[in-house]
Structures are given as structure tokens and as C-alpha cells.
């Protein structure tokens, strides 16, 4: 289940980036966080599984004008990889912006489009 960013999750949420190997440096991990936290379109939700455990976070920036949501980051635990955790979070992004087109970055284009084509979105059969 997805949960948007709250103050109290901060080292959750800096945990589960620091996954993404462009993150590793703490100098980069920081700018990055500040990055979302800098503007009202940009947001960070966590994955919760069934056991109640954070183990996935996403980012996202939202464009209300041209209805896009853009996928800059998503993060799993190690543990929970390899287990569709990340079609289950875009999913839930899709389903939280149902009016818009989710995209993603350089990053994460190769994932959205396995995505994608799971579920039909590239068909236009969203």
C-alpha cells in the first residue's frame, strides 16, 4: 500500500533511496531528498507490504498542466526484489493519478515500459 512522505518517515525514506546506486554518496542521497522536498509537485510515497513494512519508495513529479506523472525514482529493499513490488507501487501511482499518463525518466523508462507492456498501457488498453 502506498503512503505519501511524511516528516516522520525521513530516514525510512533515505534508507530505501540509498538503494539506487546513484545514491550511494550521502552528499548525493541529501540533494536528491531536499530535491523533492524543494517543490509542491514533487513527491515521494513509500510501499508498506503485508507485514506492515516499509520496503519500496517511489518519486514523482507531477505536471497537472500536460497530465503527466513522472517516475524519477523507485526503490526496493534487497529482500523484496524480484518479487513485483515496483509494478505493484506503478500500479498505485496509476491508480492515485487515474487522469494521468505516468512516464519515466532516464532511469526508469526500461521498468515502466516492462510495465507497461504487462499490463497493456502501451496498447493504449490502460
Keep these: 500500500m502506498l503512503y505519501k512522505y511524511k516528516n516522520d518517515y525521513e530516514k525510512i525514506a ?3 533511496l540509498s538503494f539506487i546506486p546513484d545514491l550511494k554518496e550521502i552528499s548525493h542521497l541529501k540533494s536528491c531528498f531536499e530535491w523533492y ?3 509542491d509537485d514533487r513527491h515521494l510515497y513509500l510501499w508498506k507490504n503485508e507485514n506492515g513494512d516499509f520496503i519500496a519508495i517511489a518519486g514523482i513529479e507531477v505536471d497537472d498542466a500536460s497530465k503527466l506523472v513522472m517516475l524519477r525514482h523507485i ?3 534487497p529482500a523484496e ?3 513485483g513490488v515496483c509494478f505493484k507501487v506503478m500500479d498505485a501511482l496509476s491508480k492515485l493519478y487515474p487522469d494521468y499518463e505516468l512516464m519515466g ?5 526500461g521498468l515502466l515500459s516492462k510495465w507497461e507492456n504487462q499490463n497493456g498501457v502501451a496498447d493504449g488498453n490502460k
Design 14 to 16: 533515505m534508507g530505501l
Design 37 to 39: 522536498r524543494a517543490e
Design 75 to 77: 526503490s526496493v529493499t
Design 81 to 83: 526484489r524480484n518479487h
Design 105 to 109: 525518466s532516464l532511469e526508469t523508462a
